[in-house]
């Protein structure tokens, strides 16, 4: 009796594998079919470097979500655009080697097609302030370019800060999936606005917090409404210029005393005890964000010396920001209105990195947090050289400053403590791509985050694997009972046998 319901139950499993492997083949050929894919690029003109960053999703999908992959990020050597104010040819000349680089990566009958943007942020909007026709002509130069290249290429621009903030914001929740979530079976849900993260960005020369606020804004420039994928976020977003790192650590060089002989000299807390380096008055104020006073003589020649003192480094950064909020109520400095700070927040760039030299990037609570950089900025050259071997002299010297920087902008500026402080994640990477603003931007210029929510649901592929783990499921439990079945019955005989 036992040996006949296994018997048939072995009939139907076979059965069932047969479909399963029928069906398993159709898929396998299925994803076998070339799938085409298309690119975008985008080059992020950043204040002190240019990278260019190359996507790749399937055609005919664009409207899902974690569709986008990064295939590549070309780093351009040589410094940011904007230092080609004096040489614009110069600028275009840079980007060749990593637009190069892209037409070995894009299949040449692809880079017709392929959506091709310039976005340059702060450094260029310094430049700007100081000579818009300068800034004009360093735009001009590398639009020819890439020009030159066989791509569909849309632009190169400057993008204001609340698009900067805006878009690593998209970036950031398109790439965790809180925006719209597929589920496996090809049904979509909103996840609740709860996971919807807020975003941390530090660049050379501005930074930029955005997130959603508990509270509707008081300041409409600081509001950013966005329409994605059928529901209305409105973000409180603001960039900081001059608080990005480069130009932070610059006004925080400027400010500290020069001491009044006739061969000036800058103490510097933060650099480590012992460094010694020689700048000029010309370079120390070569900024639109330091002030030169107007009895400073270009030529000067000045030395720089570390002191390597934790407290008067605070101090010395602390009075870069003014805190007092003015009219408004809730602020985060130098009188812009900003909500209190509120859910998870993802930092990345100069965030992540100035953190990372430290080792502070896996979720350390705050105190040692604090502790680690405090003892940091306690050293002498020597020991900070051997503390980081491999890096650069200069990441050396700012390593102090940078760490102190980041953390005053964190808790004194955006107003973070220790109950927030757990809710920030350090990243440079999210599902293999680079965090920051240039994903955001090319899905919203190609609309690939349409503003309803998707209509088109279940590929048939999606509704065939279902299929397969439904059968699969089955055998399993089929199985399963037949093994059952059959160690009872030898259990049972066994038994008998005693
Ligand atoms: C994406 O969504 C937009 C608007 O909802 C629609 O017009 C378009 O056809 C969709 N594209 C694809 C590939 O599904
Ligand atoms: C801006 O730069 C141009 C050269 O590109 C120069 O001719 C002009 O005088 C500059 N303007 C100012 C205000 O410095
Ligand atoms: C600080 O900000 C307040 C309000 O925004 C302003 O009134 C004050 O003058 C500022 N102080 C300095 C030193 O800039
Ligand atoms: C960071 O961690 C790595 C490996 O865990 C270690 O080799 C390195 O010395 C650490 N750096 C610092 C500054 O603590
Ligand atoms: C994205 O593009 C749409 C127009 O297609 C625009 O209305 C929207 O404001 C853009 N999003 C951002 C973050 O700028």
Redesign the pocket.
Known sequence: MLRAVAGSSAAVLGALAVALFLLLLTLARDAALPARNRYGLVFDAGSTHTSLYIYRWPAGKENGTGIVSQVEACSVQGPGISSYADNPAGAGASLKPCLDKAMEVVPAEQQQETPTYLGATAGMRLLREQNSSKAEQVLAEVAKAIGQYPVDFRGARILTGNEEGSFGWVTVNYLLETLIKWSFTGTWSHPPAEDVVGALDLGGASAQITFLPGTPLSDSSTRALLRLYGTNYSIYTHSYLCYGLQQALKMLLASLPQGNSSSPQISHPCYPRGYQENTTTAELYDSPCVQAPSTASPAESLTVTGTGDPAACSAAIEDLF?F?C?ANQSCGF??VYQPPVRGAFFAFSGLYHSLHLLNLTGGQPLSVVNATVRQLCNSSWQEVQEKFPTASSRQRRDACAASSYTLALLLHGYSFDRSSWPHIHFVQQVANADVGWTLGYMLNLTNMIPSEAPQRVVGLQRSSWVAATVLLTIILILTFCLLTAVCCQKGSSGYERL
């Open positions: 003014n007092s003015g130098n009188g």
